[in-house]
């Protein structure tokens, strides 16, 4: 007999709701879109034509207060409000899934983490770029051995937008943690840490390029690993030539490998995970493996973001392992903000 799907409250049907998390919980078997909270009248159109059985609701104290109907709170609003909705839900003993950056603060998201761990409720992190088809690529090659011992890792996150978007993600208020270092960033050091574990040393460059511009929209980012790996990290709204996605070196062979994972593009354009090619990449997009003289395309891993949900609702309902070890998220939180310290002082900084 199936099992009754566990019904999701989702706060916020921005982009990181409506592109990201609605759609990838109605696809996951065994989850149910059951409440969003959104006040805009546009987004709840929205809702009613993409999610027709999903409950609008105009703010939070409604879906806490219908806590016993729910099973899973995903938090999707503006970064100031991650860790008070977290804690909301902490308190009433929902599961919870926060999208990145965890907390706007290291010391917030420790907290956070901390205070889940007290009351015993599940709290993940939306590190959604694990599950993207060229790091998983990278993640295969590099742990087959393929490169041999690996001396630098570079990685992008590039873009060109040379005029400034209205939004929070653009102002420099307390709490927004807007500004690329923050929402770009808190993937490339994520994806690094994954590949290369921990940090030893982090030098930063962090500017304003655009005119009027409250935080940085160009950084640079360098990390030492215990392990001996540099990880070179660019992140850019001001970028008018893209560089390679990725390119690893070493001893034995490179990889390169140019544009963007596919999914978030399809889910914008209504794509949904299952169908025919999901997370797939033409071959003429394949990333190179070799050297100058002798390169070959290696096929892309598909990219898989639907994981995410399938491994978490596993979690609730067996007990297996969360996606993201939010532990893990609150250690990219330390490097953003030590990557912000170095770029201040101009110097490198060791990670205490």
Do not use: C
């Not at 909301?88 to 907390?103: E, Q, R, S």
Request: charged share 25%; hydrophobic share 45%.
């Amino acid at each position: 007999m199936a099992q009754t799907p566990l019904r999701v409250g989702l706060l916020g049907y921005g982009i990181a709701g409506r592109v990201f998390h609605a759609p990838l919980v109605a696809a996951t078997p065994g989850l149910r879109l059951d409440a969003v909270v959104t006040r805009d009248p546009e987004r709840r159109a929205q809702l009613a034509a993409e999610h027709p059985d999903a409950r609008a609701l105009d703010d939070p104290d409604q879906l806490w207060q219908a806590a016993d109907t729910l099973d899973l709170v995903v938090v999707a609003t503006p970064n100031r409000q991650h860790v008070p909705m977290a804690r909301a839900a902490l308190a009433a003993g929902l599961p919870v899934v926060v999208d990145k950056p965890l907390a706007p603060t290291a010391a917030e998201g420790r907290a956070l983490v901390a205070e889940a761990a007290a009351a015993g409720v599940p709290l993940t992190v939306f590190q959604n770029r694990r599950w993207d088809g060229d790091f998983r690529t990278v993640r295969r090659l590099v742990e087959a051995g393929e490169l041999g011992r690996v001396a630098r890792f570079e990685s992008r996150f590039e873009r060109w937008r040379p005029a400034i978007k209205p939004g929070w993600r653009e102002s420099a208020a307390p709490g927004e943690a807007g500004g690329a270092l923050f929402d770009l960033g808190a993937h490339l050091v994520d994806q690094a840490v994954q590949l290369f574990g921990p940090v030893q040393h982090v030098y930063a460059e962090v500017d304003r390029r655009r005119p009027g511009a409250e935080v940085d929209d160009d950084a640079f980012v360098a990390l030492t690993h215990a392990g001996g790996v540099r990880s070179h990290l660019w992140m850019s709204a001001v970028t008018a030539q893209l560089g390679p996605r990725f390119r690893v070196l070493g001893d034995r062979a490179a990889y390169t490998s140019y544009g963007l994972d596919p999914q978030e593009a399809a889910l914008r354009d209504g794509g949904r995970p299952g169908t025919p090619g999901w997370g797939e990449v033409d071959p003429d997009r394949y990333g190179r493996l070799g050297d100058d003289g002798d390169l070959r395309a290696v096929p892309t891993e598909a990219g898989r973001y639907q994981d995410f949900y399938t491994q978490l609702a596993a979690a609730l309902r067996d007990g297996a392992p969360l996606p993201v070890d939010p532990a893990d998220s609150v250690k990219v939180v330390e490097l953003i903000e030590l990557a912000h310290q170095a770029a201040a002082q101009g110097v490198t900084l060791p990670v205490p």
